[in-house]
């Protein structure tokens, strides 16, 4: 499987600190894409840096990505309430049209 | 509203009765996929299309069919569902451009197979 896996499974905050989690994979990439999932519901694309890219920004996410490593980070600052939710990366092999997620983090921000 | 719609949302069926769960939408993306989501598996690519009547298999393909007639629809077939394929379905369809960017989600499929 080219599944990736994220790091770490659970993450459990306080409201206003930063959230970290990391995500690697097996293949050679073209993106990697950072999607949010509440409970039970449809995924929400959050972010996307391309693999010739190191660093990316929007608004209080921060993704960063090492293609010699294969691996990538999703940093959240100032978290809120509102961001608990699970997160998943998700990569497109640049050999072809396939996604593969990670297997998620579950982020919980206590009030 | 741009968006992926799933039906239906909520599935309980017995083993071996042929079901189909219908998925369109209404951004005129050429990308659509299936993944099934399991705990602590993730999601996994089930099956995708590039375009109408171009389908390939992902990661999971075994016990699923799929058809692209249309650009907007993108149904998965399941022939003879049997317990293992207790799971929650997402469709997803994309912009094709080269290289793939982000995917839009419907809401899932709680599929139960007794």
């Known amino acids: 499987s080219q599944q990736g896996e994220e790091d770490p499974q659970a993450l459990s905050i306080q409201e206003g600190e930063n959230a970290t989690m990391n995500c690697s994979y097996k293949t050679s990439i073209n993106n990697l894409q950072w999607y949010r999932q509440n409970s039970g519901r449809g995924l929400v694309h959050l972010i996307l840096?391309?693999?010739?890219?190191r660093e990316k920004h929007s608004g209080r996410l921060r993704v960063t990505l090492d293609t010699s490593k294969k691996s990538s980070s999703l940093l959240i600052t100032a978290s809120r309430a509102a961001d608990t939710a699970s997160y998943f990366c998700a990569t497109l092999a640049d050999t072809g049209n396939q996604f593969y997620f990670g297997t998620g983090t579950s982020l919980t921000v206590i009030p | 509203e741009a968006q992926v719609t799933q039906n239906p949302r909520y599935l309980i069926t017995v083993t071996g009765k042929k079901l189909t769960v219908t998925c369109s939408q209404n951004?005129?993306?050429?990308?659509m996929s299936w993944y099934r989501q399991d705990p602590g598996l993730g999601l996994r690519q089930i099956y995708y299309?590039?375009?109408?009547?171009?389908?390939d298999k992902g990661d999971v393909p075994e016990g699923y069919k799929v058809s692209r007639k249309e650009k907007r629809n993108f149904p998965l077939i399941l022939e003879s569902p049997s317990p293992n394929q207790t799971s929650l379905y997402f469709c997803a369809s994309s912009d094709y451009r080269i290289p793939l960017g982000e995917q839009y989600f419907g809401p899932g499929t709680r599929l139960t197979v007794t």
């Open positions: 951004m005129n993306h050429e990308y």
């Open positions: 299309s590039m375009n109408v009547e171009v389908t």
């Open positions: 840096i391309r693999s010739n890219e």
